[in-house]
């Protein structure tokens, strides 16, 4: 019977240093997150920005590249959209597959002339520069 008070005393206290630990697991979890970038996707100009990770799809009219802009803004994998007729330039979110994307968009628009991946740090990668560029930041352009 002399073992139930501290049964009473120590299961609570486990309890409480658990939960304590969780608490702090995700406090920190929260603070090494980077924070989400912000989603416009209303066609800006693609004059004065450097891409470092995009795509590109190049259609063979304006027209074209026009209709295609508008469901390209509803694509949940598109973060900012630049326009440079007849092409569209798409930042995506963080975490997307940019050469699967890619296929994914050329199956997409089958009138699209190119898709092609902009990726700098693959890009230096493959070339094994002794000077490459600056990382690519998260936001896709310096």
């Given amino acids: 019977m002399e073992d139930k008070p501290l049964v009473r005393v120590l299961v609570p206290v486990i309890a409480l240093a658990l939960a304590a630990g969780v608490g702090l697991a995700f406090g920190v979890a929260a603070l090494l997150r980077p924070p989400d970038l912000p989603v416009d996707t209303n066609p800006a100009p693609l004059a004065g920005h450097t891409l470092c990770a ?3 799809v190049v259609f063979p009219a304006e027209a074209d590249m ?3 802009e ?14 440079d007729p007849p092409s569209v330039s798409l930042l995506a979110v963080p975490g997307t597959d940019l050469t699967a994307w890619a296929q ?7 009138t699209a002339e190119r898709v092609t991946v902009i990726d700098s740090d693959a890009t230096a990668a493959q070339l094994k520069l002794t000077a490459p560029p600056p990382k690519c ?4 352009e310096y």
């Fill in 137 to 140: 930041p998260r936001e896709g």
């Fill in 54 to 56: 995009a795509v590109v």
């Fill in 104 to 110: 994914e968009l050329h199956a997409r628009y089958r």
């Fill in 66 to 68: 026009r209709a295609a």
């Fill in 70 to 83: 508008r469901s390209l803004r509803d694509d949940p994998k598109v973060r900012r959209v630049f326009v």
